[in-house]
């Protein structure tokens, strides 16, 4: 594999390096699990590094984890499609044969795009706490985040980004607070320009309008109670890869479902093909 800037970290036991140009975590042992994260404040991997071990770590037992977070620098009205192209050459560029490929949430979408226009890189797919499109609600409020980050205003936006990952209700006034607070110095300018961009790019993702179908044989994980994600758009996500199986766990949201056990093993036994394809 292709490296650049490898940092050892003998506690959390995982290399901080590069997979083509996206900064990239590895920890684990077994074959390759190429896991797409979430979307973050922080572009890269190092800032941040043993929460992003922690996102890895269940599945290091039996796969060897390179988990990518987003590149910095990215152009002002990127396209997914074209994020997906630059992941699907990292990953041609970096092994030999198609990888496994878990997306979480944004990185979810990512995976989806991946799949869909270039199924060469992909041999099996896991989303979790993602779908074919954000809801419409969860759009909008994407949309406000990202324009509070153009016009300036770096506190709002994560005040109310830090709001809507929580329950509605009085635990929002306190996750605002602390957004706000948080957000500065923590966040340099080209942080939040990365992020914005990605929000918009987002904000344009759609499955029914990938050029082809996705292929690989897919596991769709979700919360009931995902209020970025409702069931029914987790629902006709499933119905829009021929074959997929889908995964509800009724008592979890968006970020807790995430956490659960039987979701990993479900995860990595589909990935592993214990599970067959139907």
């Not at 995976?111 to 809801?135: C, K």
């Not at 596991?219 to 109670?225: H, K």
Request: with cysteine.
């Amino acid at each position: 594999m292709h490296a650049g800037g490898r940092r050892f970290d003998p506690v959390w036991l995982h290399l901080i390096t590069t997979l083509g140009s996206f900064p990239c975590l590895i920890s684990g042992e077994g074959p390759p699990l190429v896991l797409l994260a979430g979307l973050s404040p922080k572009t890269g991997v190092a800032s941040w590094p043993k929460m992003h071990a922690g996102t890895a770590s269940p599945y290091t037992g039996r796969r060897r984890v390179h988990y990518l977070n987003r590149r910095p620098d990215l152009p002002r009205g990127i396209t997914f499609a074209q994020l997906a192209a630059e992941h699907a050459e990292a990953i041609r560029s970096s092994f030999d044969s198609p990888v496994d490929l878990l997306g979480l949430s944004t990185g979810g979408s990512i995976a989806q795009q991946i799949a869909a226009d270039h199924p060469d890189v992909v041999r099996r797919l896991a989303l979790l706490s993602t779908g074919y499109r954000l809801s419409d609600q969860t759009r909008a409020q994407m949309r406000r985040i990202a324009a509070r980050i153009r016009a300036g205003a770096p506190r709002r936006a994560m005040a109310l980004a830090a709001a809507e990952m929580v329950p509605d209700g009085i635990w929002q006034i306190p996750a605002a607070l602390a957004g706000a607070l948080l957000s500065r110095p923590a966040l340099s300018d080209s942080d939040l320009a990365d992020l914005a961009t990605t929000i918009e790019a987002e904000d344009h993702f759609d499955l029914r309008t990938c050029a082809a179908v996705i292929q690989a044989p897919t596991l769709v994980v979700s919360g009931g109670q995902d209020r970025f994600y409702p069931m029914p758009l987790i629902e006709q996500t499933a119905a829009l890869i021929p074959g997929s199986r889908l995964m509800i766990e009724p008592e979890h949201g968006h970020i807790t479902v995430a956490g659960v056990p039987a979701v990993h093993a479900a995860i990595l036994d589909h990935l592993d093909g214990a599970t067959p394809h139907p």
